[in-house]
Nanobody
Framework: DVQLQASGGGLVQAGGSLRLSCAASGFIFDDYSIAWYRQAPGKEREGILCISSREGITYYSDSVKGRFAISSDSSKNTVYLQMNSLTTEDTAIYYC?????????????WGHGTLVTVSS
């Protein structure tokens, strides 16, 4: 079974940084793209960044450019989301999703979210 486990969320002050991890199992890691999404209170889920061995990195959101970065470690089957210069607008539940090969924005597999709270 495809499993994704997001972790690393927590409480951070505005201007701070956090690194989220998405540990994947149950599939061939390099055959899938993995993306980060988030859902803020009262808002719809939005895509942030995606990484694929076939395409590289795809941005889904302009609001994180220059602040967030995605990376992967195939030896650990883990994708990371480095978040810098956090603002209160980044407060959300963060999810990772996986889909076959390419970053289309419609993952077929989801992990449980991890909560990020940015305080002012």
């Amino acid at each position: 079974d495809v499993q994704l486990q997001a972790s690393g969320g927590g409480l951070v002050q505005a201007g701070g940084s956090l690194r989220l991890s998405c540990a994947a199992s149950g599939f061939i890691f390099d055959d899938y793209s993995i993306a980060w999404y988030r859902q803020a209170p009262g808002k719809e889920r939005e895509g942030i960044l995606c990484i694929s061995s076939r395409e590289g990195i795809t941005y889904y959101s302009d609001s994180v450019k220059g602040r967030f970065a995605i990376s992967s470690d195939s030896s650990k089957n883990t994708v990371y989301l480095q978040m810098n210069s956090l603002t209160t607008e980044d407060t959300a539940i963060y999810y990772c999703g996986a889909e076959h090969y390419y970053c289309s924005g419609y993952p077929g597999h989801w992990g449980h979210g991890t909560l990020v709270t940015v305080s002012s």
